[in-house]
């Protein structure tokens, strides 16, 4: 299915969209912790992207930063974001001022709306990977409808101070 794909943009998610994504989380979540299953999108997010690893503390730990603890926090933290963003994913007006603090406080790491593109297609691959052949089409089309709504209101978050109009 390749992990790379369209651009994001905001759009609305069917409820048909919602069941995939809760489904397809629900098993990612059964096979295994979020610092090893969500450490790929971190990966693959560095390896196609390596002018972001500025913007991650735990590349400046000597020695191998993918097995720093810090890092290992990092994903476990990101990745309970994910699961409290799907947990609210039938409330999307409670989930919007969440992502769009998110997107402020980003902000002063250097996020940049630019990087919500590459950031979603390494959720993906993530996703992908551990779902093998649970990972369709549909699913993989869910997601992505899904991580563009969550980064709209991210976006709007990064840029609340800048003058943007989003």
């Known amino acids: ?20 994504v809760k489904d397809s989380w ?16 971190y990966k693959v997010l560095l390896h ?4 972001l690893k500025s913007l991650f503390a735990f590349m400046n730990v000597n020695g191998a930063p993918f097995d720093s603890p810090m890092f290992k926090s990092h994903v476990r933290n990101v990745f309970t974001v994910i699961g409290d963003a799907v947990s609210h994913i039938d409330d999307l007006d409670s989930l919007s001022p969440i992502l769009k ?26 996703i992908e990977k551990q779902l093998e052949e649970d990972f369709t089409k549909e699913v993989h089309s869910a997601w992505r409808t899904f991580f563009a709504v969550m980064s709209y209101s991210f976006a709007q978050g990064l840029d609340e101070n800048n003058g943007n109009d989003g």
């Open 1 to 20: 299915m390749g992990c790379t794909s369209n651009k994001m943009a905001l759009t609305t998610i069917s409820e048909d969209e919602k069941r995939l």
């Open 26 to 41: 629900n098993i990612f979540v059964s096979r295994g912790n979020f610092s090893d299953t969500g450490s790929h999108m």
């Open 48 to 51: 196609e992207n390596p002018h």
């Open 101 to 126: 603090d998110l997107g402020v406080k980003h902000q002063g790491y250097g996020a940049k709306r630019e990087y919500l593109e590459p950031v979603g297609n390494a959720l993906l691959c993530a």
